[in-house]
């Protein structure tokens, strides 16, 4: 999944930086496969446990949610309507 593998190396070159908190904004996407979903799990962990950081998961709709929801990806993450609000 090329998206996956974006987030990833995004979120790599964040964390080699010290930055610890990571706002993924979804607003754009239509669609979350399978890939997609693993990638945000495996990006959040990696921020949550090994950093102690904090994924902030923006522009979801009731429908993203619901996906993420039914995945377990929240409430393991934190969640906001916008990336204004989640700063």
């Known amino acids: 999944d090329e998206a996956g593998k974006k987030v990833k190396a995004l979120s790599n070159g964040l964390l080699k930086e010290k930055k610890y908190q990571l706002i993924l904004d979804l607003s ?3 669609v979350i ?9 495996d990006v959040g962990l990696k921020i949550q446990d090994d950093f102690k950081g904090r994924m902030i998961l923006a522009g979801l709709d009731k429908t993203k949610s619901s996906i993420l929801r039914a995945a377990g990806i929240l409430p ?5 309507d916008s990336t204004a609000e989640a700063k």
């Open 28 to 30: 754009e996407c239509f």
């Open 76 to 80: 393991l993450f934190d969640a906001a």
């Open 33 to 41: 496969n399978s890939p997609g979903i693993a990638s945000i799990f």
